[in-house]
Structure formats: C-alpha cells, structure tokens
C-alpha cells in the first residue's frame, strides 16, 4: 500500500518564501495607517465636518498639518 506523506514546509523555507514576496521585516512591524494618530484624524475630520467658515480647507489647515506631522512621524506621506 502506498503511503503518502505530506511535506510540511520548514521554517527557512516559510522565511524565505516571505522575503521573495516583497515584505521586510520593516514592513511587517510597521503599524497601519489606520491605528495611527486617531486623535489628530478625528479632530481633522470634525474640523473639516462641522467648519462654518466659507473655506473650510483653509480654515482647518492647522489641524490637517498636525495630522500630517503625526502619519510623516510614522513614515508615512501624505
């Protein structure tokens, strides 16, 4: 009879599998630009929401170069 073994990979292979996809370790611990700087995001959004001036863009840039400070402090650009 038979036998049909299933070959598991190992670890090395499994690392390097990771590696030729495109993905450091550096991307891999970055965090998502979603779970960063969440309270500068919303007083961004709540600016830009909720604004009665006639431009609201310029009336919020303060607060959107704060959120922009924030995401370039965790690489990210905006």
């Known amino acids: 009879m038979p036998s049909s073994v299933a070959s598991i990979p190992s670890l090395g292979q499994t690392v ?11 991307a891999a611990s970055r965090p998502k630009p979603c779970c960063v700087c969440k309270d500068e995001k919303a007083k961004r959004d709540e600016c830009m ?24 402090g965790f690489g990210f650009k905006i």
């Open 49 to 72: 929401l909720f604004s009665n001036a006639a431009d609201p863009q310029k009336d919020c840039q303060s607060t959107v170069d704060l959120y922009k400070t924030c995401m370039a």
């Open 16 to 26: 390097s599998a990771v590696q030729a996809s495109g993905q450091s370790s550096d």
